[in-house]
């Protein structure tokens, strides 16, 4: 008995690491693809793709001001490396959710050691979207 109760615990626990795995795919995703949008100056584009709870803390047009204010300075990109990929369900200043975590070493055309933090969530339609993104 104990052993089936093992097998089955190892198997879920299995099962959710497969889950997660296959999350945190879609979440590299879905920031890979927003991440092509702001790297072609497609600011709009990335708004339009972005969480709910991002596009209610800033409008439209005040996102595209602001990276281009931001993002354009740098220039194009000449690599970016995944360096962190974390899951949780907290964030600081965000409703508890489903949240990945990305940072990615990035070289820019005119800088070359950045830091861009991009947090994509689960959104109520079980896609990823993203609520977040940083550059340091």
């Known amino acids: 008995m104990r052993v089936a109760v093992l097998i089955a615990s190892l198997l879920l626990s299995g099962a959710a690491l497969a889950?997660?795995?296959v999350s945190g795919d879609l979440a590299k995703a879905a920031a890979s693809n927003w991440l092509a949008l702001t790297d072609v100056g497609n600011y709009g584009a990335s708004w339009d793709k972005a969480a709910p709870a991002f596009q209610s803390?800033?409008?439209?047009?005040?996102?595209?001001?602001?990276?281009?204010?931001?993002?354009?300075p740098l220039g194009s990109v000449k690599t970016r490396r995944l360096t962190r990929a974390e899951f949780t369900h907290s964030l600081p200043g965000a409703p508890d959710?489903?949240?990945?975590?990305?940072?990615?070493?990035?070289?820019f055309e005119n800088k070359a050691a950045a830091t861009e933090t991009v947090t994509p969530m689960k959104g109520a339609d079980g896609n990823w979207h993203v609520s977040g993104y940083f550059i340091k």
């Open 19 to 21: 889950q997660d795995a």
């Open 97 to 107: 959710g489903d949240y990945f975590v990305l940072q990615f070493a990035t070289q």
């Open 57 to 72: 803390v800033i409008n439209k047009p005040d996102w595209e001001q602001a990276l281009r204010r931001v993002r354009m």
